[in-house]
């Protein structure tokens, strides 16, 4: 799959179709992967509702746009960012594992949160309308920053020039941001299908719910594990 | 909760235990008059693109080039970003991250993205996008 869609970037002369191909590529290659399962869950654990689950798959894209587009500024208006690109790398996949453990297990409500001011945003996150849907944006803004060796290439190295170079400008890492979303979006709603056809046959609906936001928290933190580890093992 | 941060110490022991030995790094200096360089510039930390890359260049060379590693005219060489005078090194090329570059005394190629980008899905087209840069960039002399 990412060979044809390579080859299909390769062949693209719009720019904003190869910024959101360079999108596509990005979320398939290994390391985005694995963090996207666990957002891909997050995003489908209201599997209850096929639109719920598509609007917070947009939201969570949305995020994602949003930190694209504030990193890419100071390069499009050619400020010197080096510092910034070598931050951004150096920290990002050493940071993805215990962000991944840390959300996990406030999930579980396992991790009191010690500041007063991220507490009130969580109590604020709980208690808020059905129709919020601020986690996934959070998670978006938060995951988007969280460059990996492959996606800091892909958004430093190919997406960025791009930028600079073309008309289109700041809506390349927006349709960059699209395009990493898509894969999450589309699996996101696969499992709400999936989770309907399966949950005709649970009474307890309300119970599933809890479950199931258990059982995000579990991947949240197993691929956070993962990740950790794989860290560790060259430190 | 014990059980989970007993899983969590379990994982962290068991990722020390399995350390992989730190790669050794070159001394990052530019390539003498007459020689060719190919640098992959890496951190301590390596995902898989990043593995597949060093592979991929490093096998290429192997096979096609086996000659000029052989008498000096060619070198390899992997040098540690988390190495200060590395990283300031690579500073006069624009790299603050993992990068492949092909350096002349006076000429600089960089396959970053191309390496990055055929890694994995198509690696015949990294190997030969590698040779036919060293072939462009050894036909100047």
Request: net charge neutral; glycine share 6%.
């Amino acid at each position: 799959m990412q060979q044809y869609l390579t080859n299909l970037l390769d062949q693209s002369a719009f720019p904003l179709w190869s910024a959101f191909l360079l999108g596509v590529i990005t979320s398939l290659g290994p390391c985005t992967l694995t963090t996207n399962i666990s957002v891909v869950a997050f995003i489908g654990k209201e599997a209850q509702s096929r639109g719920r689950v598509f609007l917070g798959g947009l939201v969570y894209t949305l995020g994602r746009a949003v930190s694209y587009f504030l990193v890419a500024l100071p390069f499009y208006f050619g400020a010197e960012a080096l510092n910034l690109t070598a931050f951004l790398t150096h920290y990002g996949e050493m940071l993805i594992g215990p962000l991944l453990i840390v959300v996990g297990v406030v999930m579980l409500d396992w991790l009191p949160i010690p500041f007063p001011a991220f507490s009130g945003l969580k109590t604020k996150l709980e208690h808020a309308s059905p129709s919020s849907f601020w986690s996934h944006f959070l998670l978006g803004l938060v995951f988007a920053l969280a460059f990996c060796s492959y996606s800091g290439v892909m958004y430093f190295g190919l997406l960025l020039p791009m930028t600079i170079q073309s008309s289109a400008g700041l809506l390349l890492p927006v349709a960059f941001a699209v395009g990493t979303g898509i894969s999450v979006i589309l699996f996101a709603v696969l499992i709400a299908f999936a989770f309907q056809a399966v949950n005709r046959w649970f009474v307890r609906i309300r119970q599933s719910e809890i479950w199931l936001r258990r059982v995000v928290a579990v991947v949240f933190i197993g691929i956070g594990i993962y990740q950790l580890g794989r860290v560790l093992v060259f430190l | 909760m014990k059980n989970f941060l007993a899983i969590l110490l379990l994982t962290v022991a068991l990722s020390a235990c399995q350390r992989k030995p730190a790669f050794v790094a070159s001394e990052p200096k530019m390539p003498e008059a007459g020689q060719t360089a190919v640098y992959y510039f890496r951190t301590n930390f390596i995902c898989e693109t990043c593995e597949a890359v060093e592979d991929i260049v490093q096998d290429e060379l192997d096979s096609k080039f086996a000659e000029e590693l052989k008498s000096g005219k060619l070198v390899f060489r992997q040098l540690n970003l988390n190495d200060k005078e590395t990283a300031d090194f690579a500073l006069q090329f624009d790299v603050v991250f993992k990068s492949l570059l092909i350096l002349k005394p006076d000429t600089v190629i960089n396959l970053t993205n191309e390496a990055f980008l055929y890694a994995l899905p198509n690696p015949g087209k990294l190997r030969h996008l590698l040779v036919e840069s060293l072939e462009a960039v050894n036909s100047e002399d």
